[in-house]
């Protein structure tokens, strides 16, 4: 099956700074590449996503690359504030006929330092 | 208000002694899931639904059951709980019968079994 590596785990940054997160999947097959917040005590809340026919897609302060060729993804966030603070999750999809599946990283705790 | 929502929100209970953790969402979506989140592990995969009455196993089913008998319901049925299976469940839905696009997570349900 799919398997999604994360990076880092943990990501400390300073109040307006850019922060990078990174992720690799081993299934050339997915081609859905979302990415989730998780705020203390909520569920998960989509953010932004990917499909494998574009290579970048932006919103605001938020962007996500992607490299099929390498099979890695990343989201960057510029601009950071506090309320960027959270855990990050990326995912990709595996999908054969008739399924649906969808495997996360393990995430990173992203903590911005006002 | 559009929502995803399970429960019982926190629940304790003993080895063996068999469980269902509801989950209902009002958004007329297709695709329904459940997740459990571990420390270090991240998001893994359960089970998921394209459809009514049409199931397929995640990443780590085993210990778990699921049934879709309505389009709007989706309960977690846990026949002999163990230890290992406490965790925080999360029930997820999604537009899409194929999950592509926004999965709406619910508030989780933390699980302890003793």
């Known amino acids: 099956g799919e398997n999604v590596e994360q990076h880092p785990s943990t990501l400390s940054v300073q109040e307006g700074d850019s922060a990078v997160i990174k992720c690799t999947y081993s299934?050339?097959?997915?081609?859905?590449f979302p990415w989730y917040k998780q705020e203390l005590g909520k569920g998960p809340q989509l953010i932004i996503d990917i499909r494998s026919n574009v290579g970048e897609k932006k919103d605001q302060r938020i962007a996500v690359t992607l490299n099929k060729t390498a099979k890695h993804f990343s989201l960057h966030i510029t601009e950071t504030q506090p309320e960027d603070s959270a855990v990050y999750f990326c995912?990709?999809?595996?999908?054969?006929?008739?399924?649906?599946?969808?495997?996360f990283g393990k995430g990173t705790k992203l903590s911005v330092i006002p | 208000e559009a929502q995803v929502t399970q429960n019982p929100r926190y629940l304790i209970t003993v080895t063996g002694k068999k469980l269902t953790v509801t989950c209902s969402q009002n958004m007329n979506h297709e695709y329904m899931s459940w997740y459990r989140q571990d420390p270090g592990l991240g998001l893994r995969q359960i089970y998921y639904s394209m459809n009514v009455e049409v199931t397929d196993k995640g990443d780590v089913p085993e210990g778990y059951k699921v049934s879709r008998k309505e389009k709007r319901n989706f309960p977690l049925i846990l026949e002999s709980p163990s230890p290992n299976q406490t965790s925080l469940y999360f029930c997820?839905?999604?537009?899409?019968?194929?999950?592509?696009?926004?999965?709406?997570f619910g508030p989780g349900t933390r699980l302890t079994v003793t």
């Open positions: 997820a839905s999604s537009r899409s019968g194929d999950g592509r696009g926004e999965q709406y």
């Open positions: 995912a990709a999809s595996t999908s054969g006929a008739g399924s649906y599946q969808l495997t």
């Open positions: 299934d050339s097959a997915s081609n859905y």
